[in-house]
């Protein structure tokens, strides 16, 4: 069974941080590009971040750039998400999901590989 499994969310306090990590099992997805999104309570599931197959790019919503810094270690087959200087409007639950191709995408119509999820509630 493929699955991809966020850890890392939690509580935490405006300005505060906290890494994201997504493990892959049950197959391997270093040769696919990966991402994260989040789902506010009442909106839309929203882009965050991705990164190519190889880590070497990168792209990130406009709101998120300059705080959060996506990674990953392919011998390991996980993904990170690094989030500093949280604010309350970065409070979501955030989504891990692997792509189809190799490269670094925006839309979740890309991806056909998605995580359960995990909550980041940061308070003010």
């Known amino acids: 069974q493929v699955q991809l499994v966020e850890s890392g969310g939690g509580l935490v306090q405006a300005g505060g941080s906290l890494r994201l990590s997504c493990a892959a099992s049950g197959r391997t997805f270093r040769t696919n590009g990966m991402g994260w999104f989040r789902q506010a309570p009442g909106k839309e599931r929203e882009f965050v971040a991705s990164?190519?197959?190889?880590?070497?790019?990168?792209y990130y919503a406009d709101s998120v750039k300059g705080r959060f810094t996506i990674s990953r270690d392919n011998a390991k087959d996980t993904l990170f998400l690094r989030m500093n200087s949280l604010k309350p409007e970065d409070t979501a639950v955030y989504y891990c999901?692997?792509?189809?191709?190799?490269?670094?995408?925006?839309?979740?119509?890309?991806?056909?590989?998605w995580g359960q999820g995990t909550q980041v509630t940061v308070s003010s």
């Open positions: 999901a692997a792509a189809r191709g190799a490269g670094w995408y925006r839309s979740d119509s890309e991806y056909n590989y």
């Open positions: 990164i190519s197959w190889t880590g070497a790019y990168t």
